[in-house]
């Protein structure tokens, strides 16, 4: 009998999924609970996440066809969990000249994208007018190409060099070709954490200030949390809350992506003592509670096929996940941060994956429009990829630290 499936679930957990398939808002202490569900709970959380997936958007699974170009390593910001930035007179420091940007961009179209994700370190020698000069210069050889680029840190950044009001500045960066914002830089959305993460990165308020001002003007944005660090549900929870809110207010947010924690080769870590990154548990739970505590509000949850791998993707497609991300070409910051999942997954392989757990693949635009649904495989068109690592591969170069303990960040709430 089916009851035998479920009969071990617990009554909380039960009431909870049972009110939010029939259309009720998940609160904080709710998404709280679920984020520890194990055992029965949590299966019972993986198939009500797929389901509001299914009534959501129904079977299609879609991903975009980029390339990420980050175009400097050279940062001063000094984040705990990254294993990217790079001072000016390391030997492996780089600033790309804008040629090789261009030169970039036109591989990736010859690949079939149509998106370029560009973000790249905060380097004090800069201004605003760099940004700027990589959106005109893109646009004017690639008009047709989107431009997704520019967390809210380096907005930040360039904002204040400016000089001008924020709308001003980002309707600037909007009239040389900027396209849609990654909504990263968040990791949580707590003073308390960001704190011990990342001391002198832009604050939660800052945050929802350039994220709101963005949206108001027209420029969509992602939206991102990273967990399995030193976070607790509680913080999770609340960061969700404020999305939720951020979305229901302007409606801009394109998607949501958790990106699970990294941590072989960064201070947070091996100096901090930090958790080492989520366990396959919370990388199912965190996209179906996403699902759930989000519905109606943002329809696409996507996994991060760098952070956690192929198979477990696939197992997030059937846990609340509805997009595969993008094929990358290029991946540097979680490489450099320890990742072993490669820079690069060709459309093929994302159709492929897409259809053992059987659903539709859809290229899509970053703002979610369809490019070409794939119902019959014996229809696909050839690869164009070159192969998978050549030119897009790299040694990354670390010095780990000794470690040293702190405590977990206790919830405040």
Not at 18 to 25: C, H, I, K, M, V
Not at 93 to 118: F, N, P, Q, W
Not at 246 to 253: N, P, Y
Not at 358 to 376: A, I, K, L, Q, S
């Amino acid at each position: 009998m089916l009851e035998r499936l479920y009969r071990d679930v617990s009554p909380p957990v039960a009431r909870i999924l049972d009110g939010t398939l029939s259309g009720a808002e998940l609160g904080t202490e709710d998404a709280v609970l679920l984020l520890g569900a194990d055992g029965p709970d949590l299966h019972a959380l993986l198939r009500a996440g797929d389901v509001a997936r299914q009534e959501d958007v129904g079977d299609d699974v879609t991903y975009v066809v980029c390339r990420n170009l980050n175009f400097t390593n050279v940062c001063y910001v000094g984040c705990s969990f990254c294993g990217f930035a790079r001072h000016r007179d390391d030997e492996d420091a780089y600033d790309h000249s804008m040629e090789t940007i261009l030169d970039k961009c036109r591989v990736a179209i010859a690949r079939g994208a149509s998106e370029v994700c560009i973000q790249g370190g905060i380097d004090p020698r800069k201004d605003h007018t760099h940004y700027r000069e990589i959106l005109t210069a893109i646009k004017g050889e690639f008009p047709d190409l989107h431009i997704h680029a520019f967390s809210p840190e380096e907005i930040d950044f360039g904002h204040e060099k400016s000089g001008m009001p924020l709308t001003e500045y980002l309707r600037w960066l909007i009239d040389a070709g900027l396209g849609t914002m990654p909504g990263t830089a968040a990791e949580i959305l707590d003073d308390e954490v960001r704190n011990i993460l990342s001391p002198r990165k832009l604050k939660r308020d800052r945050w929802v200030e350039i994220v709101r001002a963005a949206h108001s003007v027209g420029l969509r944005s992602s939206s991102t949390l990273m967990y399995g660090h030193i976070e607790s549900p509680h913080h999770v929870a609340n960061h969700l809350l404020l999305l939720r809110d951020i979305q229901k207010d302007t409606g801009g947010f394109t998607e949501f992506v958790p990106l699970g924690f990294i941590h072989e080769k960064n201070m947070l870590y091996n100096f901090m003592g930090s958790r080492p990154g989520p366990s396959m548990a919370e990388d199912l739970r965190i996209l179906a509670v996403a699902r759930l505590f989000l519905r109606p509000w943002i329809r696409n949850i996507q996994i991060s096929w760098v952070k956690m791998g192929p198979k477990l993707g696939q197992m997030g497609l059937v846990s609340g996940a509805n997009d595969f991300g993008g094929t990358l070409m290029e991946e540097s910051i979680s490489r450099e941060s320890g990742s072993q999942f490669g820079e690069n997954t060709p459309p093929e392989d994302f159709r492929r994956m897409i259809r053992e757990v059987g659903r539709v693949p859809v290229e899509r635009t970053t703002t979610y429009g369809v490019v070409r649904r794939f119902d019959d495989p014996a229809l696909d068109p050839p690869s164009l990829e070159p192969g998978r690592h050549g030119e897009l591969s790299g040694p990354a170069r670390f010095r780990v630290p000794p470690r040293r303990r702190v405590a977990a960040v206790p919830s405040s709430y």
